[in-house]
């Protein structure tokens, strides 16, 4: 009959085996997405939706730049059924992407470059601010924060970016911002003189972008 301790280490080691296997499954799965980590199947990226396919059973036809090929790898891996999903997830694929900034009109704030989810785009504040076309994933994230409106998205035959380095850079990105948040929670949040700065100076560059683009109205 085993003792308490032999049940206690088999108990561990069935938990572990489960942990492994789980964890195998996500990684599993993380491969078939394609890491744009444009956060469309309403996680914050794949990992975290692989993690939600493997850990709660979620669908599998939430990410789009994946397309009728990723939702059809899924279903086989995880022995689920596409067919259901296809027609949808044909009507909801789209080509490939890369971000292009107009040089002209960017004012420099940097807001585009905190919205990247793999660090895609270069640039200081107050300068002409550069997407690495290679490296960009199509996501789209850093249209919207721009104030002056001067990203446009524009159409590739296939994608530039290769997924495992998009995987990397995500997952260096997150571990950058943990610490800096874990920083920040430790110290009293207080704006430098250079910060202030760097606020004012985009407040008054996008008043003036704005005016620019009223008096060509
Ligand atoms: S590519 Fe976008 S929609 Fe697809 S899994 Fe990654 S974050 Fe989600
Ligand atoms: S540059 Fe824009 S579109 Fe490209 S990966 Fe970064 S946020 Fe996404
Ligand atoms: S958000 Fe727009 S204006 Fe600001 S740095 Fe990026 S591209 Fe330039």
Redesign the pocket.
């Known amino acids: 009959m085993p003792t308490e301790t032999m049940l206690d280490g088999h108990a561990t080691l069935t938990h572990l085996t489960n942990h492994m296997n789980m964890k195998s499954l996500i990684e599993k799965i993380d491969a078939l997405l394609p890491q744009t980590q444009c956060g469309e199947c309403s996680y914050g990226g794949c990992l975290p939706y692989a993690k939600a396919m493997a850990e709660q059973n979620e669908t599998i036809n939430r990410c789009p730049p994946g397309g009728v090929k990723t939702l059809i790898a899924l279903a086989e891996l995880l022995n689920r059924d596409a067919s259901v999903y296809i027609e949808e997830m044909m009507q909801k694929e789209r080509l490939p992407q890369v971000a292009f ?2 040089p002209d ?9 905190q ?1 990247c989810p793999v660090d895609a ?1 270069i ?1 200081g504040a107050k300068q ?2 550069i997407v690495l076309t290679n490296e960009c994933t199509g996501c789209g994230l ?1 249209v919207t ?7 446009d998205m524009l159409s590739l035959e296939k994608i530039q970016y290769q997924p495992a380095i998009a995987r990397q850079r995500f997952q260096h990105r997150q571990t950058r911002l943990e610490t800096e948040k874990q920083q920040e929670n430790s110290s009293i949040p207080q704006l430098s003189a250079a910060e202030l700065a760097r606020k004012a100076y ?1 407040e008054s ?1 996008v008043k003036r972008a704005k005016a620019k683009k009223e008096q060509q109205i």
């Open positions: 900034i107009r009109e960017c004012i420099g704030c940097t807001k585009c470059i919205a785009i640039g002409l601010h850093c924060p721009c104030p002056v409106d001067c990203i985009i560059a």
